[in-house]
């Protein structure tokens, strides 16, 4: 049996869950079109859909919550979370916004024209849409191993730094207004990325005169990662290994709703003066006074706190072991995952678990159906309802390489106990798939489709 570490913490406060009948999950998720987003989340049991402002906050971060200053300008709790933000990320000026695609919609709207081409290792949905609401267009160049689910490397998450070099010399820095990293890899698969790449990646954007921006949403777990994993790490902390990996960057987007561990709140951080004060006018334009951008003083404070306790070596080490106790469980009742497991998720590969479903016919989609309606789990599709997309230029229906079923984990929230629940549900599964049929999708907007889509089965 894989080695589950005890949580660092006792419960002092419970929220009951139930697990609503199967005549009456079959009611509620075609009442939702099924959808897993359109669901009422009471008739959810393990709810793995996002590990994004779901995490459960710690004492010290309530009780600093009654220490908020909601002042206007200036409040003390703005004063009590720069001063964290500034020893962890060391950025010359950040704002605070109300989440990471707030700060990603100030970056983007500011910085990217239409047709530039912003390079990542793998963007996240909400920043592709940010960026294709400006007409851009992202491009991913993670390393070709992620697209490999059952290949087991160390930083899966790494930017294939040779494809980087082509990508900028063929499409011309004139057509590029910045470089991004996403640390970890949510998008392929909670990857973390080295200090070698991030450190590799700046040389290569600064050789060419682009600032870096880091996609920080998972920074200590990333840096987690590479305490354990990279050659010359095993002694520094997770901050000092934080503020390195910020040191070679010009500038960050920050969901606080990842390793924030708070229920809402971010950051859009960066080096440049003159950016920053165009960033601070759009932010009192679109979120609010460039001391608050859009929170609460308390929410202020809960962040502060919550920026260190996701670097608490104790926090991290049953963080990492929670999730691979749930990813290597699975892989020993033969269900396939994206090996090896990520921190903040376990993502099942579709594609392979039920081959019988071709990508047009949403294999994700129907796994994730399946899940709710065999024991009320909720999971998200990341896969050909997330992230296929008609090609602007051939009209043509893209399927992204990984059609994949992501269960996020909320952190602090679930014990062993859940985890065992989930794997036994995923095992049933397992033992008919061919019982699974396709979906077809009868109503989608524009961008980022998967949040209000409509499906009837096949
Ligand atoms: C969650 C997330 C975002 C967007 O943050 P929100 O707070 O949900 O707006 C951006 N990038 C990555 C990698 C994320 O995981």
């Known amino acids: 049996m894989p080695k589950y570490v005890p949580e660092p913490f006792k419960i002092k406060m419970v929220e009951p869950i139930r697990l609503i009948s199967p005549e009456k999950r079959e009611a509620a998720i075609k009442k939702a079109n099924y959808n897993l ?47 964290v933000v500034d020893e962890i990320f060391g950025f010359k000026h950040f704002v605070p916004t109300h989440q990471g695609r707030a700060a990603e919609n100030i970056l983007t709207n500011l910085l990217v024209q239409p047709g530039e ?15 294709r609401a400006r007409g851009g267009r992202p491009k991913n160049l993670v390393r070709k191993e992620a697209y490999n689910p059952s290949e087991r490397v160390d930083f899966k998450g790494n930017m294939d730094i040779e494809k980087l070099c082509s990508f900028i010399e063929n499409t011309g820095v004139e057509n590029i207004p910045f470089g991004m990293l996403t640390i970890t890899n949510n998008a392929g698969g909670g990857q973390p990325v080295s200090m070698q790449n991030i450190k590799a990646v700046s040389e290569l954007y600064h050789e060419f005169g682009l600032p870096f921006f880091i996609d920080a949403c998972r920074f200590a777990e990333n840096a987690y990662f590479i305490k354990l994993r990279e050659p010359g790490y095993a002694d520094k902390s997770p901050l000092e290994i934080s503020q390195e990996m910020f040191s070679y960057a010009d ?37 609010g006074f460039y001391t608050y951008g859009g929170l609460a003083g308390r929410d202020l404070e809960a962040m502060a706190v919550g920026f260190k306790e996701a670097l608490e070596v104790s926090y991290l080490d049953y963080r990492l072991a929670q999730t691979a106790y749930l990813g290597e469980r699975l892989i020993e009742k033969g269900i396939p995952i994206i090996e090896p497991p990520g921190a903040h998720a376990i993502y099942i590969d579709a594609k392979s678990f039920l081959p019988h479903i071709p990508q047009a016919e949403l294999p994700g989609q129907s796994l994730s159906i399946a899940m709710y309606k065999q024991g009320g789990i909720r999971a998200v599709e990341l896969g050909t309802v997330a992230f296929g997309y008609t090609d602007p230029d ?14 996020a984990i909320p952190r602090r929230v679930y014990t062993q106990s859940h985890m065992d629940y989930v794997v036994d549900v995923l095992t049933e599964i397992a033992e008919n798939p061919q019982a699974l049929k396709g979906y077809k999708i009868t109503y989608q907007p524009p961008l980022m489709r998967h949040f209000t889509a409509h499906f009837e089965p096949l």
């Open 117 to 131: 081409y912003i390079p990542s290792n793998m963007h996240f949905d909400t920043t592709e849409g940010n960026i």
């Open 37 to 83: 987003f359109a669901m009422k989340a009471e008739d959810i049991f393990i709810d793995f859909m996002t590990d994004s402002g779901t995490s459960a906050m710690s004492n010290h971060q309530w009780s600093a919550m009654m220490m908020g200053d909601e002042s206007y300008a200036g409040a003390r709790s703005w004063f009590r979370l720069k001063e």
């Open 251 to 287: 500038g960050a987007t920050m969901s606080a709703k990842k390793d924030g561990i708070v229920n809402i709140g971010g950051f859009l951080a960066m080096n440049d003066d003159t950016l920053f004060q165009n960033v601070r006018n759009e932010l009192i334009i679109r979120e």
């Open 394 to 407: 051939s009209g043509e229906e893209i399927f992204p390489e990984l059609d994949m079923v992501r269960m």
